[in-house]
């Protein structure tokens, strides 16, 4: 499974990509966790506002920081 943080190193994609690891870690998943600041590869997922979460390439939310409990659904959607 691949999980992409989409976002631009400000504080809430920090903050992102810091609940999508503990998501990971607290389902035990193995997972590549992915975090994407360019630009150009973001607008590739078309994402319009950060930050964002991706898994497995699918765009699930964009432009509002997920807590953890919202990211692990997201992560078991793809199981």
Known sequence: MQVQV????CRECSAME????AAVAEL???ADVIVITDLMKMMEFNLLETPGLAVNGKVKAA???LDVAEI????????
């Open 6 to 9: 989409l976002g631009t190193n």
């Open 18 to 21: 810091k609940n999508v690891r």
């Open 63 to 65: 432009g509002r920081l």
């Open 72 to 79: 692990k659904a997201y992560l078991q959607e793809e199981l």
């Open 28 to 30: 035990n998943l193995d």
